[in-house]
């Protein structure tokens, strides 16, 4: 059975960090590419970043560059997002989701997106 069980959210302070954690079972994650998205209260789930199957390629949408990094561990079957410099609009719901072509793995389009992850809330707030 295909499952993804993200980790690592919680209660942060504005200017803070956080790491969420995607665990896989039930697949090899070397045969997909992960993206991270996020859905806010009464707003459409966005793209936050994606990367490849083999660590080569990664995008980010604009209001994370520079503050947020994708990476994975293949052979701990899991991928990771760092957050640093949280602000309060970063406040969501997180969600991981595997595809098996990074072409697919669309920042601005989710439905593309196989498998995905129940979510972990993010809270950004002083």
């Known amino acids: 059975q295909l499952q993804l069980v993200e980790s690592g959210g919680g209660l942060v302070q504005p200017g803070g960090s956080l790491r969420l954690s995607c665990a896989v079972s039930g697949f090899t994650l070397d045969l997909y590419a992960i993206g991270w998205f996020r859905q806010a209260p009464g707003k459409e789930r966005e793209g936050v970043s994606c990367?490849?199957?083999?660590?080569?390629?990664?995008k980010y949408t604009d209001s994370v560059k520079g503050r947020f990094s994708i990476s994975r561990d293949n052979a701990k079957n899991t991928a990771y997002l760092q957050m640093n410099s949280l602000k309060p609009e970063d406040t969501a719901v997180y969600y991981c989701a595997a595809v098996g072509d990074f072409y697919h793995c669309s920042l601005t389009n989710y439905h593309g997106m196989d498998y995905w992850g129940k979510g972990t809330l993010v809270n950004v707030s002083s």
């Open positions: 990367i490849s199957r083999s660590s080569g390629s990664t």
